[in-house]
Protein backbone atom coordinates (compact mmCIF):
# COMPACT_ATOMS: atom_id res chain seq x y z
CA UNK A 1 0.00 0.00 0.00
CA UNK A 2 1.38 3.71 -0.68
CA UNK A 3 2.28 4.76 2.73
CA UNK A 4 1.11 8.35 1.18
CA UNK A 5 -2.73 6.76 1.15
CA UNK A 6 -4.90 5.34 3.51
CA UNK A 7 -6.81 2.25 3.22
CA UNK A 8 -9.96 4.36 1.15
CA UNK A 9 -7.85 5.81 -1.33
CA UNK A 10 -7.55 9.34 0.35
CA UNK A 11 -4.11 11.70 0.46
CA UNK A 12 -3.09 11.48 3.66
CA UNK A 13 0.16 13.49 4.03
CA UNK A 14 2.04 15.39 1.13
CA UNK A 15 5.75 14.99 0.41
CA UNK A 16 7.54 17.92 2.80
CA UNK A 17 9.95 20.13 1.14
CA UNK A 18 13.48 19.86 2.12
CA UNK A 19 16.89 17.16 1.75
CA UNK A 20 16.31 13.49 2.88
CA UNK A 21 14.79 10.56 2.49
CA UNK A 22 11.15 9.76 4.16
CA UNK A 23 11.18 7.08 6.70
CA UNK A 24 8.69 5.77 9.25
CA UNK A 25 9.64 5.59 13.23
CA UNK A 26 9.17 1.95 14.25
CA UNK A 27 11.41 2.47 17.52
CA UNK A 28 12.01 5.44 20.33
CA UNK A 29 14.56 4.02 23.00
CA UNK A 30 16.35 7.37 24.77
CA UNK A 31 18.45 9.48 22.10
CA UNK A 32 18.02 6.55 19.61
CA UNK A 33 15.24 5.96 17.02
CA UNK A 34 15.01 2.99 14.62
CA UNK A 35 13.48 4.48 11.24
CA UNK A 36 12.32 2.46 8.25
CA UNK A 37 13.78 4.02 5.48
CA UNK A 38 12.51 2.21 2.08
CA UNK A 39 12.34 -1.37 4.08
CA UNK A 40 15.88 -1.19 5.86
CA UNK A 41 16.36 0.08 8.93
CA UNK A 42 18.19 2.86 9.96
CA UNK A 43 19.67 4.01 13.49
CA UNK A 44 18.89 7.66 13.68
CA UNK A 45 19.64 10.78 16.01
CA UNK A 46 17.04 13.56 15.87
CA UNK A 47 18.61 16.90 15.23
CA UNK A 48 18.74 19.82 17.95
CA UNK A 49 16.72 22.33 16.57
CA UNK A 50 13.55 19.76 16.87
CA UNK A 51 14.03 19.14 20.63
CA UNK A 52 14.24 23.36 21.44
CA UNK A 53 11.63 25.14 23.55
CA UNK A 54 9.77 23.84 26.58
CA UNK A 55 8.93 20.35 27.07
CA UNK A 56 5.25 19.39 26.32
CA UNK A 57 5.64 16.12 25.42
CA UNK A 58 7.43 13.33 26.19
CA UNK A 59 9.58 13.27 23.26
CA UNK A 60 9.24 14.88 19.32
CA UNK A 61 9.50 11.69 18.04
CA UNK A 62 6.87 9.09 17.74
CA UNK A 63 6.75 5.78 17.13
CA UNK A 64 4.68 5.82 13.76
CA UNK A 65 5.94 9.43 12.94
CA UNK A 66 6.54 10.05 9.14
CA UNK A 67 10.31 11.69 8.82
CA UNK A 68 12.83 13.11 6.51
CA UNK A 69 16.31 11.52 7.36
CA UNK A 70 19.25 12.24 6.17
CA UNK A 71 22.52 9.70 5.23
CA UNK A 72 25.28 10.17 8.25
CA UNK A 73 26.53 7.05 7.38
CA UNK A 74 25.77 3.00 6.54
CA UNK A 75 22.03 2.91 7.38
CA UNK A 76 22.30 5.95 10.24
CA UNK A 77 20.80 9.07 9.96
CA UNK A 78 19.63 11.92 11.38
CA UNK A 79 16.10 12.97 11.66
CA UNK A 80 15.89 16.76 10.04
CA UNK A 81 11.89 17.22 10.09
CA UNK A 82 8.77 15.17 11.16
CA UNK A 83 6.00 15.48 8.85
CA UNK A 84 2.35 16.45 10.26
CA UNK A 85 0.33 13.39 11.94
CA UNK A 86 -2.89 12.36 11.67
CA UNK A 87 -3.76 11.05 14.55
CA UNK A 88 -2.48 10.11 17.73
CA UNK A 89 -3.19 8.12 20.84
CA UNK A 90 -1.58 10.08 24.07
CA UNK A 91 -2.31 10.01 27.95
CA UNK A 92 -1.88 12.49 30.99
CA UNK A 93 2.31 11.48 32.28
CA UNK A 94 1.45 11.26 35.66
CA UNK A 95 3.92 13.16 37.83
CA UNK A 96 3.96 16.87 39.41
CA UNK A 97 3.97 18.19 36.32
CA UNK A 98 1.24 17.13 33.96
CA UNK A 99 2.59 16.89 30.31
CA UNK A 100 1.28 14.94 27.12
CA UNK A 101 2.84 11.66 26.71
CA UNK A 102 2.22 10.42 23.18
CA UNK A 103 2.56 7.20 22.55
CA UNK A 104 2.02 6.55 19.01
CA UNK A 105 0.81 8.36 15.85
CA UNK A 106 -0.17 7.85 12.53
CA UNK A 107 -2.76 4.77 13.77
CA UNK A 108 -6.00 4.32 11.97
CA UNK A 109 -7.35 1.72 14.76
CA UNK A 110 -6.83 1.68 18.32
CA UNK A 111 -7.72 -1.83 19.75
CA UNK A 112 -7.64 -1.76 23.68
CA UNK A 113 -6.91 -5.30 24.97
CA UNK A 114 -7.80 -6.53 28.45
CA UNK A 115 -8.23 -9.77 29.92
CA UNK A 116 -11.56 -11.62 31.18
CA UNK A 117 -9.44 -12.82 34.10
CA UNK A 118 -5.84 -12.88 35.29
CA UNK A 119 -5.59 -9.59 35.52
CA UNK A 120 -9.67 -9.55 35.93
CA UNK A 121 -10.99 -6.78 33.74
CA UNK A 122 -11.88 -3.39 34.49
CA UNK A 123 -14.10 -1.66 32.16
CA UNK A 124 -12.86 1.92 33.20
CA UNK A 125 -9.19 1.32 31.25
CA UNK A 126 -11.70 0.24 28.28
CA UNK A 127 -13.28 3.50 28.85
CA UNK A 128 -10.58 5.94 29.09
CA UNK A 129 -8.76 4.40 26.34
CA UNK A 130 -12.27 4.52 23.67
CA UNK A 131 -12.53 8.61 24.90
CA UNK A 132 -8.38 9.35 23.88
CA UNK A 133 -8.72 6.98 20.63
CA UNK A 134 -11.79 9.46 19.79
CA UNK A 135 -9.94 12.11 21.17
CA UNK A 136 -7.18 11.76 18.89
CA UNK A 137 -9.20 11.07 15.87
CA UNK A 138 -8.63 6.94 15.68
CA UNK A 139 -11.53 4.54 15.55
CA UNK A 140 -11.84 2.19 18.76
CA UNK A 141 -12.57 -1.93 18.80
CA UNK A 142 -12.66 -3.73 22.19
CA UNK A 143 -9.93 -7.16 22.10
CA UNK A 144 -11.09 -9.22 24.93
CA UNK A 145 -8.23 -11.86 25.38
CA UNK A 146 -8.07 -15.21 27.49
CA UNK A 147 -11.35 -15.66 26.69
CA UNK A 148 -10.47 -19.60 27.77
CA UNK A 149 -10.84 -18.49 31.21
CA UNK A 150 -13.95 -16.88 31.29
CA UNK A 151 -17.30 -18.26 33.06
CA UNK A 152 -20.54 -18.90 31.89
CA UNK A 153 -22.25 -15.57 30.83
CA UNK A 154 -19.74 -13.23 32.52
CA UNK A 155 -17.95 -12.39 28.89
CA UNK A 156 -21.29 -12.10 26.88
CA UNK A 157 -22.16 -9.49 29.14
CA UNK A 158 -19.40 -7.48 28.75
CA UNK A 159 -19.31 -7.88 24.72
CA UNK A 160 -22.87 -6.61 25.07
CA UNK A 161 -21.89 -3.17 27.18
CA UNK A 162 -19.63 -2.00 23.82
CA UNK A 163 -20.92 -3.83 20.76
CA UNK A 164 -24.43 -2.10 21.57
CA UNK A 165 -22.84 0.97 21.23
CA UNK A 166 -21.44 0.08 18.23
CA UNK A 167 -18.03 -1.24 18.91
CA UNK A 168 -16.12 -3.66 16.98
CA UNK A 169 -15.37 -6.54 20.24
CA UNK A 170 -13.02 -9.52 19.40
CA UNK A 171 -13.02 -12.21 21.54
CA UNK A 172 -9.50 -13.90 21.60
CA UNK A 173 -6.97 -16.59 23.37
CA UNK A 174 -3.69 -16.24 22.66
CA UNK A 175 -3.57 -19.74 24.31
CA UNK A 176 -6.01 -22.03 22.07
CA UNK A 177 -5.87 -19.66 19.36
CA UNK A 178 -9.36 -17.86 19.80
CA UNK A 179 -10.42 -15.31 17.34
CA UNK A 180 -7.01 -15.15 16.11
CA UNK A 181 -7.79 -15.66 12.47
CA UNK A 182 -10.80 -12.91 12.60
CA UNK A 183 -8.14 -10.32 14.07
CA UNK A 184 -5.44 -10.90 11.44
CA UNK A 185 -8.62 -9.42 9.02
CA UNK A 186 -9.14 -6.57 11.20
CA UNK A 187 -5.59 -5.36 10.98
CA UNK A 188 -5.18 -5.75 7.26
CA UNK A 189 -4.58 -2.77 5.14
CA UNK A 190 -4.51 -0.28 8.33
CA UNK A 191 -1.89 0.94 10.71
CA UNK A 192 -3.31 -0.67 13.86
CA UNK A 193 -2.02 -0.12 17.63
CA UNK A 194 -2.56 -3.05 21.24
CA UNK A 195 -3.10 -1.25 24.44
CA UNK A 196 -3.80 -2.63 27.58
CA UNK A 197 -2.52 -2.85 31.20
CA UNK A 198 0.23 -5.36 31.90
CA UNK A 199 -0.66 -8.93 31.61
CA UNK A 200 -3.23 -9.10 29.61
CA UNK A 201 -1.22 -10.84 26.78
CA UNK A 202 -1.05 -7.77 24.25
CA UNK A 203 2.53 -9.37 22.86
CA UNK A 204 1.47 -12.84 23.02
CA UNK A 205 -1.63 -12.27 21.07
CA UNK A 206 0.84 -10.06 18.78
CA UNK A 207 3.25 -13.39 18.22
CA UNK A 208 -0.03 -15.41 17.36
CA UNK A 209 -1.09 -12.95 14.59
CA UNK A 210 2.48 -13.11 12.86
CA UNK A 211 4.90 -15.83 14.04
CA UNK A 212 7.85 -14.33 12.83
CA UNK A 213 7.76 -11.61 15.70
CA UNK A 214 8.68 -14.13 18.46
CA UNK A 215 8.21 -11.01 21.04
CA UNK A 216 9.28 -11.78 24.18
CA UNK A 217 6.78 -12.41 27.14
CA UNK A 218 6.55 -13.67 30.62
CA UNK A 219 3.64 -14.68 33.03
CA UNK A 220 1.36 -12.89 35.52
CA UNK A 221 2.61 -12.24 38.72
CA UNK A 222 -0.70 -14.08 40.32
CA UNK A 223 0.42 -13.02 43.98
CA UNK A 224 -0.68 -9.40 43.12
CA UNK A 225 -2.88 -10.05 40.12
CA UNK A 226 -0.79 -8.02 37.68
CA UNK A 227 1.72 -8.30 34.25
CA UNK A 228 4.93 -7.91 34.69
CA UNK A 229 6.55 -5.09 31.85
CA UNK A 230 7.46 -7.16 28.84
CA UNK A 231 7.34 -4.84 26.65
CA UNK A 232 9.72 -1.49 27.61
CA UNK A 233 8.83 0.29 24.29
CA UNK A 234 6.47 1.02 21.49
CA UNK A 235 7.27 -0.73 18.43
CA UNK A 236 5.55 -0.85 15.37
CA UNK A 237 5.67 -3.82 13.13
CA UNK A 238 4.29 -4.93 9.85
CA UNK A 239 2.66 -8.03 10.07
CA UNK A 240 2.71 -11.60 8.05
CA UNK A 241 -1.17 -10.85 6.56
CA UNK A 242 -1.04 -7.09 6.16
CA UNK A 243 -0.70 -3.72 7.70
CA UNK A 244 1.33 -2.42 10.18
CA UNK A 245 1.07 -2.79 14.04
CA UNK A 246 2.25 -0.70 17.54
CA UNK A 247 2.90 -2.60 20.52
CA UNK A 248 2.79 -0.58 23.81
CA UNK A 249 4.21 -0.88 27.24
CA UNK A 250 1.29 -2.26 29.80
CA UNK A 251 -0.15 0.63 30.84
CA UNK A 252 -1.07 0.49 34.48
CA UNK A 253 -3.15 3.90 35.01
CA UNK A 254 -4.47 6.13 31.72
CA UNK A 255 -4.99 9.69 32.36
CA UNK A 256 -7.04 11.57 30.51
CA UNK A 257 -5.64 14.85 28.81
CA UNK A 258 -6.57 17.37 26.66
CA UNK A 259 -10.27 17.00 27.57
CA UNK A 260 -12.27 19.85 29.39
CA UNK A 261 -15.06 19.09 31.53
CA UNK A 262 -18.14 20.15 29.99
CA UNK A 263 -16.18 17.99 26.80
CA UNK A 264 -16.53 14.85 28.11
CA UNK A 265 -19.85 13.68 28.35
CA UNK A 266 -19.21 13.92 24.21
CA UNK A 267 -16.67 10.89 24.08
CA UNK A 268 -19.48 8.42 25.10
CA UNK A 269 -21.68 8.47 22.02
CA UNK A 270 -24.55 6.68 24.11
CA UNK A 271 -24.82 10.83 25.89
CA UNK A 272 -23.98 12.76 23.07
CA UNK A 273 -27.19 13.04 21.61
CA UNK A 274 -29.06 13.70 25.04
CA UNK A 275 -26.62 16.76 25.21
CA UNK A 276 -28.71 19.93 25.22
CA UNK A 277 -31.60 18.33 26.31
CA UNK A 278 -31.15 18.79 29.93
CA UNK A 279 -33.01 21.05 32.22
CA UNK A 280 -29.77 23.56 32.87
CA UNK A 281 -27.26 24.56 30.22
CA UNK A 282 -24.40 24.03 32.74
CA UNK A 283 -25.68 20.51 33.79
CA UNK A 284 -22.53 18.65 34.21
CA UNK A 285 -24.87 14.83 34.35
CA UNK A 286 -24.08 14.33 37.96
CA UNK A 287 -27.89 14.01 39.42
CA UNK A 288 -28.70 17.46 38.77
CA UNK A 289 -32.67 18.36 38.32
CA UNK A 290 -34.10 17.64 34.84
CA UNK A 291 -30.88 15.69 33.39
CA UNK A 292 -32.15 13.62 30.47
CA UNK A 293 -28.66 11.77 30.73
CA UNK A 294 -29.80 10.66 34.38
CA UNK A 295 -32.38 9.45 33.49
CA UNK A 296 -31.44 7.69 30.62
CA UNK A 297 -29.33 5.48 33.32
CA UNK A 298 -31.95 4.86 35.25
CA UNK A 299 -34.33 3.66 32.36
CA UNK A 300 -31.80 1.63 31.54
CA UNK A 301 -30.82 3.01 28.41
CA UNK A 302 -26.96 3.71 29.87
CA UNK A 303 -25.05 1.41 30.99
CA UNK A 304 -24.43 2.03 35.03
CA UNK A 305 -20.79 0.63 34.44
CA UNK A 306 -20.12 3.34 31.24
CA UNK A 307 -22.46 6.22 33.59
CA UNK A 308 -19.97 4.99 36.79
CA UNK A 309 -16.86 5.11 34.60
CA UNK A 310 -17.65 8.72 33.72
CA UNK A 311 -18.02 10.07 36.54
CA UNK A 312 -14.65 8.92 37.56
CA UNK A 313 -13.70 10.81 35.14
CA UNK A 314 -15.17 14.09 35.59
CA UNK A 315 -13.44 13.70 39.24
CA UNK A 316 -9.95 13.54 37.45
CA UNK A 317 -10.39 16.29 35.29
Given at each position: ???HT????????N???G???R????R?S?????V??E????????R???K???????????V??????E?????TG??T?????????S??????????????V?I?R???VV?I?E??V?????????V??????M??V???N???????????????I????????????AL????I??????????????????????????N??D?R?RL????L?T?H?????????????????????????????L????????????????M???????????????????????A???????SS???????R??DD?
Amino acid sequence: MDPHTSPNGLRLVNKPAGSGTRGRVLRVSGRHQVVDVEGVPWQCLVRGRLKEGAKQTNSPVIVGDWVLVESTGPQTGVITQIMPRRTLFSRGASGRRRYEQVIAVNIDRLFVVVAIHEPEVHTGFIDRSIVMALKGGMEPVVCINKCDLAGHGELDQLVQIYSRLGYAVHRTSALTGQGIPELRVALQERASAFVGQSGVGKSSLINRIDQRLRLRTQPLMTQHDRGRHTTAVAQLYQVESGGYLIDTPGIKELQLHGIELQELASYFVEMAPLLGCCRFRDCMHRQEPGCAIDAAVAAGRISSARYASYIRMLDDL
